[in-house]
């Protein structure tokens, strides 16, 4: 009834229609078309998801039964086994090196004797003899000099240990007095503006951070803060003749980093 209906609505489609363009045969078609197209599909998706196990398991086993040989041995021609009895014959030793041969000097112990028997060829090694000999043993021997040392031990005391107690620049420490510029102005004479930058027109702040000993006396320096090399130049050009106060801790003088400023401003006339 379906293909009865299909053809009904062709004939009513192209009751007025031209029919020789290929029109009423695609649609006269189109179910067998379709149909066809379906099958080989189906084929195709059957193919690729079945084929491999199906050429896997059809082949796989004339494969391995191709690759099966057998081989026949006639145990007649085979060599006969070397005896069990039969011993190898030891390896011979490792070459002993013997140890060097170390010099001796024979240590006499003097037996009392008669003054009449005592021979004068026959006399006692002297103390120098026997603390410069390499080695004391029974008798004499002549090999190797075996090393001594010859160097002076001081066993007066202790051995002693020097600590570096210098702090470190970012150490920080406390103290109850700190360091504080003697001759500041001397210094700052010394600096002066440096013709350069006064004409340049270069202006600002120098920072150096200066280790204190002890003393009050300069140690290092290290410039913190420079706003032009040709400014910090002068600086370290006569930082070390700078003198402090000591700085003070438990009533004791310590070493310490203090800051210094130096201020460089133009005045304008």
Known sequence: MTQTLLADMDEMVFESRERQYGAYYLRKKYPSHVLIGTAIICSLVFCFGFGPMIFSSLGGETQKKNKTMAISINMEELPPPPPIDKE?????????TPPPQLQTVAFQIPEPAPDAEVDEDETIREMEELQN???????????????????????TGPPEVIVDNTPKIDDFLFAEEEPKPVNMDDIKKLVGYPPIARDAGIEGQVVVRILVDKKGNYSKHRIINQVH?????AVEEHIAKLRFTPAIQGGKPIQFWVNIPFNFRLINN
């Open 229 to 233: 090399p040709v400014l910090a130049k």
């Open 133 to 155: 000999a390499p080695n004391i043993a029974l008798e004499d021997q002549d090999g190797a000099v075996e090393g001594v040392f010859t160097g002076e031990i001081d066993a």
């Open 88 to 96: 190898l014959p030891p390896l011979p030793p490792p070459p002993q």
